[in-house]
């Protein structure tokens, strides 16, 4: 007789950019290895991918491409995965600028959620009848930006990645039917104002965002603000 099957509950998250409702279950020990290897080799594309194969693992809906993810999803469903597989209630270390005392303050991950502070459209018009529509980046696109260096390119390669359709009159054109060289093409010949507004975009859009607080020695009051995985769980 084989032994016994573990049983293990399941718990589900509403998307932040597409309001999907996703079911998953807890990450197991060997989820965990995945992440311990990544983490100890201290590359951040290996741990970005780490993060995806771990997340992907645990989704028990079927037909969910992690790999369309925004950005922003992953980090949201990363720390909502950790608090449902270990607790929901973590400690950071945290050197105060004041005194040079270090703090420790507790961050309640189940309170942590996807915030925007600015609106930006996210249909742009060149002109009356043609425009572009955007999209938030997909994950797919971090393995070919990971090695670019020059801050300008980099931010020009998530342009791209913003586009989802261009529209001309009738006729509607889908990016993922052309290369990457003719998107990129269309993009330099854009109007200098069009392009503002699509970096205007890239800006607006939605982030993982938690603020904690301490009082510290000299009575003063603290505050930190979270912004990325890096801070929820390795703040220094």
């Known amino acids: 007789m084989g032994l016994p099957i573990i049983q293990h509950p399941t718990f589900s998250l509403i998307l932040p950019s597409t309001q999907q409702r996703i079911n998953f279950r807890p990450f197991l020990v060997k ?14 594309g290996d741990i970005v991918r780490a993060i995806k194969q771990v997340i992907s693992n645990c989704i028990t809906d079927p037909n969910v491409n992690v790999e369309e993810f925004a950005t922003f999803d992953l980090e949201y469903f990363f720390i909502k995965l950790r608090s ?20 420790t303050v507790e961050v309640d991950l189940d ?97 993982v965002e938690h603020t904690v607080g301490y009082t510290n020695s000299l ?8 912004k990325s995985l890096t801070d929820f769980f390795t703040l220094g």
Do not use: W
């Open 31 to 44: 989820e965990e290895k995945i992440l311990l290897i990544a983490q100890s080799g201290g590359d951040q």
């Open 84 to 103: 449902k597989s270990v607790q929901n209630i973590i400690e950071l270390q945290y050197k105060d600028n004041e005194d040079e005392k270090i703090y």
């Open 111 to 207: 309170q942590v959620e996807v915030v925007k502070d600015k609106e930006a459209a996210s249909r742009i018009e060149i002109t009356p009848t043609s425009g572009i529509i955007l999209r938030y980046p997909q994950l797919s696109i971090m393995d070919s930006v990971e090695a670019i260096t020059d801050a300008f390119d980099f931010n020009f390669a998530i342009m791209q990645a913003c586009i989802e359709t261009i529209y001309d009159g009738d006729q509607v054109f889908k990016t993922s039917d052309f290369t990457k060289e003719e998107v990129h093409q269309y993009l330099d010949s854009l109007d200098v104002k069009t392009y503002q507004a699509i970096q205007l975009f890239i800006e607006a859009m939605p982030r």
């Open 219 to 226: 009575g003063n009051d603290i505050k930190i603000k979270l």
